[in-house]
C-alpha cells in the first residue's frame, strides 16, 4: 500500500469516526419485523443461521454467481470498504445468498467467491429454502430465460442488509451509495 494510500484511508477513518452524530447516512430499518433469521448451507457445506454472525457486524447481499454486473460491482465495492476498514476488518462479515440455488453450489461459490475476498461466506439451500429466506428479507428476484436459448438469468433486488453485533437488522443500503456514507454508518454499528 503506497504511503498516500495508507495516509488517505487513516484521514477518513478518523475523520468519520470523529462524527458525534450517530445519524445513518443510509436507510435505517431498525427494529424491522422482517430479516429475523435463516438458515442455510455455507461454501464450505457447514449449515449456517444468522445467530452464527454474533459478535459481529454482518453485511447480507443476495445475488447469483453468473450475475453479469451488479454482483461483482457490488462484491468488489464490500471488499474496497472493509480494506478501508482494515484495522476493524475481523469486526465484520459478509455473506453472499445465492438467489439461483440450482446452479450456485457450495462449491460454485467458493470458487466465486474467492476472486473478491477469501473471507466472504457463500450461503445457499434447496430451492424451497432460498424462497423461504428471500421472502424473509423482501428480496426480488425473478428467473428470466434468454429468448431462443437455454440460458437464463435473474432479476433481483440489487441492495444490501446489514446486521449490528447483536445480528438485529438495522440498515439497507442501496447498490448506488456512496463509500465514504457506508463507511460511516458501519463505524457507528462497530460503536454500538
Known amino acids: 500500500m503506497s504511503g498516500f494510500n495508507f495516509f488517505f484511508r487513516l484521514v477518513l477513518i478518523i475523520v468519520i469516526s470523529s462524527c458525534s452524530n450517530d445519524n445513518f447516512f443510509n436507510t435505517d430499518i431498525t427494529g424491522a419485523k422482517f430479516g429475523q433469521d435463516f438458515s442455510l448451507i455455507s461454501h464450505k457445506n457447514q449449515k449456517i443461521q444468522l445467530d452464527d454472525f454474533k459478535g459481529k457486524v ?19 465495492k464490500i471488499k474496497e470498504i472493509l480494506d478501508t476498514l482494515d484495522t476493524n476488518r475481523e469486526d465484520f462479515r459478509v455473506a453472499f445468498v445465492t ?24 450461503l445457499t ?18 428467473k428470466v430465460k434468454i429468448k431462443d436459448s437455454k440460458i437464463y438469468t435473474f ?25 465514504e456514507e457506508i463507511i460511516k454508518d458501519l463505524l457507528i454499528l462497530l460503536r454500538q
Not at 58 to 76: A, E, M, S, V
Not at 156 to 173: C, E, M, P, Q, W
Request: net charge positive.
Open 99 to 122: 438467489v439461483d440455488p440450482l446452479n450456485d453450489t457450495p462449491n460454485v461459490l467458493m470458487k466465486y467467491l474467492i476472486n473478491f475476498d477469501e473471507n466472504f461466506i457463500g
Open 58 to 76: 454482518l453485511i447480507l447481499f443476495f445475488g447469483f454467481t453468473n450475475c453479469p454486473d451488479i454482483c461483482p460491482t457490488t462484491l468488489i
Open 155 to 179: 432479476d433481483h433486488t440489487a441492495g444490501f442488509y446489514v446486521f449490528d453485533k447483536n445480528s438485529k437488522i438495522r440498515l439497507y443500503i442501496k447498490q448506488n451509495s456512496k463509500k
Open 125 to 142: 439451500g434447496t430451492e424451497p429454502q432460498i424462497e423461504k429466506v428471500v421472502k424473509e428479507f423482501k428480496i426480488f428476484r425473478q
